[in-house]
């Protein structure tokens, strides 16, 4: 499956292998372990912009995820996590610099899945 990136620093870390997750909505549930991933800056549907796929990889977990910027809390799995080092370490696992850049970007509550994954 296809996952698309606007931030370049995104891409970047994807490649540096500093980005393991990614945060995506799923309301048809295609998501699961095993799953390949094409990495692609930029979308393939909108080739004025001149998308291209960086990197594959492939899907190792899934967790159920839930973002309160509001609250400080992320639910991941039904397991809330407001201690900011968690929340750091999340958000740097995602490829944001802390929870604070994090949360600029999920401006408001967020449901969907964490999706888990390493480079081929």
Same mark, same amino acid.
């Given at each position: %499956? @296809?996952?698309?990136? #606007? /931030? +370049? #620093?995104? %891409? !970047? +870390? &994807?490649?540096?292998? @500093?980005?393991?997750?990614?945060?995506?909505?799923?309301?048809? !549930? /295609? =998501? *699961?372990?095993? /799953?390949? &991933?094409? *990495? =692609?800056?930029? #979308?393939? /549907? !909108?080739v004025k912009k001149r998308p291209f796929q960086f990197a594959f990889g492939v899907c190792t977990d899934i967790e159920i995820a839930e973002i309160d910027p509001d609250m400080n809390r992320i639910t991941l799995d039904g397991h809330p996590h407001t201690n900011k080092v968690v929340l750091n370490m999340i958000a740097w696992d995602d490829g944001f610099k802390d929870w604070e850049d994090m949360?600029? =970007?999920? !401006?408001?509550?967020?449901k969907g899945k964490r999706i888990h994954f390493i480079n081929k």
């Open positions: %499956m @296809i996952l698309t990136y #606007s /931030r +370049d #620093s995104f %891409m !970047n +870390d &994807i490649l540096a292998g @500093i980005k393991k997750t990614t945060f995506r909505e799923d309301p048809n !549930n /295609r =998501w *699961h372990k095993g /799953r390949a &991933i094409q *990495h =692609w800056r930029g #979308s393939p /549907r !909108n949360k600029l =970007w999920f !401006n408001k509550p967020w």
